[in-house]
């Protein structure tokens, strides 16, 4: 059984930045996609980034390109999101997510892609 565990969260200042980090333990397959959502209060789960384990293809949200990075480690069957320049709006409470599948692009934005999910941790930006 795979098992997901979000870390890195806390509280930062508008303009700072944080580095959020996602093992997977457990059985893993080399095929999967894993991506990153949050949810504000009151709002549904958004897309906010993915990787393609076959081919490190990566895939962002409108909202943080340019801003957020995901990466892999592959020797610890990790996914990573460093968040720069964050701003209010981007906090929430942040998932990890992972499928064993290879995602298309628009389907990696669609939370019911994905099997697996963390329990989240959460991100404050504020002065």
């Known amino acids: 059984q795979v098992q997901l565990a979000e870390s890195g969260g806390g509280l930062v200042q508008p303009g700072g930045s944080l580095s959020l980090s996602c093992p997977a333990s457990?059985?893993?397959?080399?095929?999967?996609?894993m991506g990153w959502f949050r949810q504000a209060p009151g709002a549904g789960r958004e897309f906010v980034a993915a990787?393609?384990?076959?081919?490190?293809?990566?895939f962002y949200a409108n909202s943080v390109r340019g801003r957020f990075i995901i990466s892999r480690d592959n020797a610890k069957n990790t996914v990573n999101l460093q968040m720069n320049s964050l701003k209010p709006e981007d906090s929430a409470q942040y998932y990890c997510?992972?499928?064993?599948?290879?995602?298309?692009?628009?389907?990696?934005?669609?939370?019911?892609?994905?099997?697996?999910w963390g329990q989240g941790t959460q991100v404050a930006v504020s002065a």
């Open positions: 457990g059985r893993t397959s080399s095929t999967y996609t």
């Open positions: 997510a992972a499928t064993a599948r290879n995602l298309i692009a628009s389907s990696t934005r669609s939370p019911e892609q994905y099997d697996l």
């Open positions: 990787i393609r384990w076959a081919d490190n293809n990566k």
